[in-house]
Nanobody, 126 residues
Framework: VQLVQSGGGLVQPGGSLRLSCAAS????????IGWFRQAPGKEREAVSC????????YYVDSVKGRFAISRDSAKNTVYLQMNSLKPEDTAVYYC????????????????????WGQGTQVTVSS
């Protein structure tokens, strides 16, 4: 399976970006999706996840109310809408997918499991 990410870049504090994670060769509807980020010198962090079944979502506390994860089944794409961005949101963001997982399991997935996108840099700076 292949995940292709797009949408990163440089934005000023308070700005918005939308990350996309498009799948080929499989229907994302049957997969749990997670967005993760890793900043230099820091451990990978689960930012947001959505389950494969009922659409249950998870957000790390630092992004609640600012980020939103969503699916577009017609485009076979998952998005992470990021609003009110802060400098501490600066990181490389990765999407990941795994078949038929709950939201907690998706957010705890090992880097060696599932399918991962190539990563996209998000830089929040004035």
């Amino acid at each position: 399976v292949q995940l292709v990410q797009s949408g990163g870049g440089l934005v000023q504090p308070g700005g918005s970006l939308r990350l996309s994670c498009a799948a080929s060769r499989f229907a994302l509807d049957y997969y749990a999706i997670g967005w993760f980020r890793q900043a230099p010198g820091k451990e990978r962090e689960a930012v947001s996840c959505i389950s494969s079944s009922d659409g249950t979502t998870y957000y790390v506390d630092s992004v609640k109310g600012r980020f939103a994860i969503s699916r577009d089944s017609a485009k076979n794409t998952v998005y992470l809408q990021m609003n009110s961005l802060k400098p501490e949101d600066t990181a490389v963001y990765y999407c990941a997918a795994e078949f038929l997982l709950g939201v907690q399991a998706m957010c705890s997935i090992s880097p060696h499991d599932g399918s991962w996108g190539q990563g996209t840099q998000v830089t929040v700076s004035s």
